[in-house]
């Protein structure tokens, strides 16, 4: 995959501080200004921003695909590490089995398909699907949101060429049968 860079500019406005004259005798104290740093909120778009992916009888789709990380404008320096973010749609595709769906991980790799990791303490790339999502019926959907790690060597020197996800999920066959059983009345009383 390829990422094209879109730059937002978020602009925290500098604080000043107003200095109140107390007494009866009023003197105007000069205005004295702090200011706070820019952060600056980059954010690279994945190509393609919308992806397909099948996993058994699951059928979903990645949206709206992009990393972010917000640096102090000027210094250059990392605020907040990238992430990548998006959305997994599932939908199940069988007719006669549900699925319970637990959680996905998302591993990334570089273009000679070796995997890029993430810097020391960063966390897992992991992601959870809604707790109140019993099963996934057939023909239902669910979206989960992806906030995960991104390895900022990816948007360096070593690009991300795939994402790769694990999808864990519970299978549940629905069986739906007619039972009977032959019987008669007796002539007992």
């Not at 990645?62 to 404008?73: A, C, D, P």
């Not at 070796?114 to 239902?140: H, K, N, V």
């Not at 990816?154 to 519970?170: F, H, T």
């Amino acid at each position: 995959m390829r990422y094209v860079r879109n730059v937002r500019i978020l602009g925290l406005a500098a604080a000043g501080m107003l200095a109140v004259s107390l007494g009866a005798c009023s003197q105007s104290q000069p205005e004295t200004a702090v200011s706070t740093p820019s952060i600056e909120e980059k954010t690279f778009q994945l190509l393609p921003a919308q992806a397909t992916v099948t996993a058994g009888f699951l059928a979903g789709e990645f949206v709206n695909l992009r990393v972010s990380e917000r640096v102090e404008q000027g210094t250059g320096k990392v605020v907040e590490a990238p992430k990548l973010l998006g959305s997994l749609k599932l939908k199940n595709l069988s007719t006669d089995q549900g699925a319970r769906p637990v959680a996905g991980q998302v591993t990334y790799l570089d273009g000679a398909g070796q995997p890029i990791r993430l810097a020391e303490g960063r966390g897992e790339p992991s992601f959870t699907f809604p707790y109140y999502q019993d099963r996934l019926d057939p023909g239902a959907t669910t979206t989960a949101s992806l906030d995960v790690p991104f390895p900022a060597a990816a948007l360096k020197e070593k690009p991300v060429g795939e994402v790769r996800l694990e999808l864990s999920y519970i299978p549940m066959p629905i069986h739906e049968e007619t039972l009977s059983v032959k019987v008669g009345l007796s002539a007992k009383h």
